[in-house]
């Protein structure tokens, strides 16, 4: 058990905002060595058999930086919980790699990373961000509309990064929204429970209003939940 509770995982995903088990402790920063794309496909959160939606999926790249989150887990259910949903379910590996916090008082750790490979079942591949677009717009399951993964995330980088570039993420959302707009559907059944509001649909999305991210903690957005199989 003493091992488990040491061990960190790095979200990069919808664990950045919806873990689906209470971490201990949190801390935001960023991996060298990887870099966050949409290539991985997914039939039971994100996507239905035979309609996969597009989730993301760390891929090894020379002078890649991905920020996001690094979750403490607290015993061995979070671990078999992330098992699950990440290896049984979503076609992941496990690697270890170094995490860098962005606290000025915290040394570099070591997490667990869920990554993807191309011998994956799940794998799709490479794709123009026109056309993974309307892959996202068209899929949904039983976690929710793709286009609340894609964009959720984008919200949350926007955030707690304001001087990030996700170049894929932010190339993604736009298109996303574009298709939104064109296909003039509603924004607010996509998101689940986010509000409309704080998503302008346009060509060009601009930040939600919200707190700076210097006054509001990543802990706090992770209020205690029973755990369930929620795609990261």
Sequence with gaps: MDDV??????????????PGFQPGKTATGFVKGFSRKFWQGNETHR???G???????LVEEEGGITHGVALQ??????????????MTLGGYIQ?????RPAEDDMQSFDVLVFVATPESKHWLGDEPEEKIAKQVVRSSGPSGHNVEYVLKLAMWLRQTFPDVVDKHLYELEKHVMIEI????????VL???QDEEAWQVSTTPTPPPTMPAASRSYSSTCAPQAMRCVKR
Excluded at 95 to 99: A, P, R
Aim: aromatic residues 12%; glycine residues 12%; without cysteine.
């Design 5 to 18: 509770e040491r061990l960190w995982v790095f979200g990069y995903g919808s664990l950045v905002w919806k």
């Design 73 to 86: 887990l607290t015993g061995e259910a979070a671990l078999d919980y992330l098992n699950n949903r990440e």
């Design 47 to 49: 996507g239905r058999p």
């Design 191 to 193: 998101m689940g429970e």
């Design 51 to 57: 309609a996969p939606g597009r989730v993301a999926t």
């Design 181 to 188: 707009k064109v296909n003039k559907l509603p924004l607010h």
């Design 95 to 99: 690697k270890m790699t170094t995490f």
